[in-house]
């Protein structure tokens, strides 16, 4: 099917849309702004007819939770019925389904289609304002009806189906290149010079543990908390609840990083917060022999979101994608409470100070006041050269920022990370293929995650210092339908965001206030149970 004179005008009519979307995120914004204290609790008046109602609630001195939903009555979303593309995986070679492909696919499949006797429609799909992908049409979508209701789009499916096609049942309104009917935000503003208490990281006192939000808020007495960085979900691809990049909880190195990510670093309990990219590199020493450790608390051998020397299929960030390490150092921390990973390689103990106590077999527990080596192929080879009972081992944990600027970890000094960036300088600048969320040279890989719409956490850093710590509800069609990253980009801008970067979202995206859930999760179950938390602690109960 040829695209038909009027799809100019469509997409034309859609940019316009979109920037008159930005305008409501302004003008909202600039509402929420000028809201006075005295007015905390109260409801703001819509203004215009966009309907957007707004409300803040002031949580404790410093800190404020703005909460309101977008709405667009130009909003139109249906179901309808897409059909995948035939792919392969850039990296693996593995046969895989795209939900777009290139004009030529597009074409000859819209002429089958037709020829069973369907409808199809033709939709290009335009990169984002990606700061390191190319610009103009990504691909094409292919797809046919359009339905009040899901199931109301079941005998169409079975059609297309029937025609020997893959498919996919969507709702529209999680496009990007169309409106949204609604968003459902909260936005926690912490004032780091007024506020009485702490920001920090808390991953329940377990790595190897997931809590909900709510719970963890619950036990600290926090003001207010949202979920964290990404986390293992699966046996398959490591430990459950150890964490899938970056993490340092209370001056303490608890996960390395996926390569070089975006990352909110709370210096000093929060007191000082900026975001940068970080990566690490840790290294053992036995007098002048020295070898790479590739991991800390994790399964060896197994690199969730992959970004580390020698993995396989690549050493780049790969995002949800479990890359394997054939020799792999990993240490584990006191934090590490559940038992230590057995299988084939050697375990070394030490002692506070790095003395060995044991070499052996893997398995057991981490000392309480000790760490654990684990080493499989080179690296097990070298700590039985190099690890003998009573030898001092030197562990060394380096952090750097993009500009190789060290980052020193004491006291009082949390980090938690995701991807990707999302504002620099003051600018939209969402680096998403270089953090590894999506592949220019592979439409199999990251669409939905990065161009689709979704719940979503993010944290920002605004011109007077402030921490923004934000939600957005999603996968509640024409209720409430979440952001793009590039939407959560300029969402953030909006809101005098000058730093900011995506965090965990999806089902796992939370906000408690004042220990009562603010949002609505996506998940059918509830709430979810996660591997880290942000959370702000009063005074009394910080650190404790």
């Known amino acids: ?41 109260a409801q703001s008046p819509a203004p215009g007819t966009q309907g957007i109602a707004w409300t803040t609630q002031q949580v404790a001195p410093g800190l404020e939770v703005r909460s309101g939903v977008l709405r667009d009555p130009s909003a139109a979303g249906v179901w309808t019925v897409t059909v995948q593309a035939p792919a392969v995986n850039r990296l693996t070679g593995a046969a895989t389904w795209a939900p777009l492909g290139d004009r030529a696919w597009a074409d000859a499949t819209a002429e089958r289609l037709r020829q069973a006797g369907l409808e199809p429609r033709l939709e290009a799909v335009e990169w984002d304002t990606y700061a390191d992908t190319p610009r103009g049409v990504m691909g094409w979508q292919v797809r046919v009806g359009r339905f009040a209701t899901q199931a109301e789009a079941g005998p169409a499916n079975a059609a297309v189906v029937a025609a020997g096609f893959r498919t996919a049942t969507e709702w529209t309104g999680y496009d990007g290149r169309q409106a949204a009917d609604g968003e459902r935000v909260h936005v926690a503003v912490v004032d780091p010079a007024r506020l009485r208490g702490t920001v920090e990281v808390s991953d329940g006192g377990d790595v190897a543990d997931r809590e909900k939000t709510s719970v963890v808020a619950g036990r600290l007495g926090s003001l207010v908390g949202v979920n964290g960085g990404f986390f293992i979900t699966s046996d398959a691809d490591g430990i459950q609840g150890t964490m899938a990049g970056l993490s340092a909880v209370d001056g303490r190195l608890e ?34 022999a020295t070898y790479a450790v590739q991991g800390i608390n994790r399964l060896p051998g197994k690199v969730r979101n992959c970004g580390r020397p020698g993995g396989v299929p690549t050493e780049q960030p790969r995002h949800d994608t479990t890359c394997t390490l054939a020799d792999d150092l990993v240490e584990f921390t006191p934090a590490f409470r559940a038992p230590l990973p057995a299988g084939s390689g050697v375990q070394v103990v030490l002692d506070s100070h790095g003395t060995v106590l044991s070499t052996g077999a893997r398995g057991g527990s981490v000392p309480e006041h000790g760490t654990v080596l684990q080493g499989t192929g080179a ?23 993009a500009e190789g600027r060290e980052v020193h970890l004491g006291r009082g000094d949390s980090i938690v990370s995701a991807a990707p960036t999302l504002v620099e300088d003051g600018r939209v600048h969402i680096d998403a293929a270089t953090e590894g969320t ?11 995650w990065s161009n689709v719409r979704q719940p979503r956490t993010m944290a920002g850093i605004d011109g007077h210092g402030r921490l923004l710590l934000v939600t957005v509800d999603g996968r509640q069609p024409g209720v409430s339908e979440g952001f793009t990253l590039g939407e959560a980009a300029r969402f953030m801008r909006s809101l005098g965001a000058v730093q900011a970067l995506n965090l965990d979202g999806g089902g796992s995206s939370a906000m408690v206030v004042d220990g009562v859930l603010a949002n609505v999760t996506s998940d059918a179950t509830g709430e979810r149970a996660v591997g880290d938390t942000i959370q702000i602690v009063p005074e009394r109960r910080s650190r404790g």
């Open 1 to 41: 099917m040829s695209v038909t004179a009027a799809e100019p005008r469509d997409r034309a009519r859609r940019m316009g849309q979109a920037a008159r979307r930005g305008a409501v995120f302004a003008a909202a914004l600039a509402l929420v702004a000028v809201v006075p204290p005295s007015l905390a609790g």
């Open 255 to 288: 996960s390395m990083a996926a390569g070089s990510r975006a990352a909110l670093i709370l210096g000093d309990g929060g007191r000082r917060p900026r975001i940068a990219d970080l990566s690490t590199t840790v290294t053992v020493r036995a007098g002048s």
């Open 379 to 401: 690296a097990a080879a070298w700590l039985t050269e190099h690890a003998r009972t009573g030898r001092r081992l030197a562990v060394r944990e380096d952090i750097r920022d």
């Open 438 to 448: 999506l592949d220019p040279k592979d439409l199999s890989f990251g669409f939905a």
